[in-house]
């Protein structure tokens, strides 16, 4: 199984609520393809304001649709130069982001 996270640093000029609105959009599109309850049971994203970053679990067939789409989506709305992309490792990411940087979907909903 995939073990990667990613997270996305954002420039000080990208508007962060934009942002969340991309990742809604993101989610509400990997629901179209695998079906609302499986987003609800597999999707893992967190939005950390203060730090100007996002992160998504990558850990799943939703979470790596997630992260695809809301990579296009980035790209097409602020420009490849306007964030920064790490790909973690599911242990690393848990000392290096903190494990309160993602949250289930279902606790955020």
Do not use: W
């Amino acid at each position: 199984m995939n073990q990667n996270i990613y997270r996305y640093d954002f420039s000080t000029e990208v508007p962060l609520p934009r942002v969340e609105e991309s990742l809604a959009l993101s989610v509400l599109t990997a629901e179209s393809l695998h079906g609302s309850p499986q987003v609800r049971l597999d999707a893992s994203f967190c939005v950390d304001r203060e730090k100007h970053a996002c992160i998504v679990d990558a850990g799943t067939e939703v979470g790596c649709d997630i992260a695809r789409i809301f990579t296009g989506y980035l790209t097409r709305e602020f420009g490849e130069s306007a964030f920064k992309i790490k790909r973690l490792k599911r242990d690393s990411a848990s000392s290096n982001a903190g494990s309160n940087l993602i949250q289930n979907q279902s606790e955020t909903a």
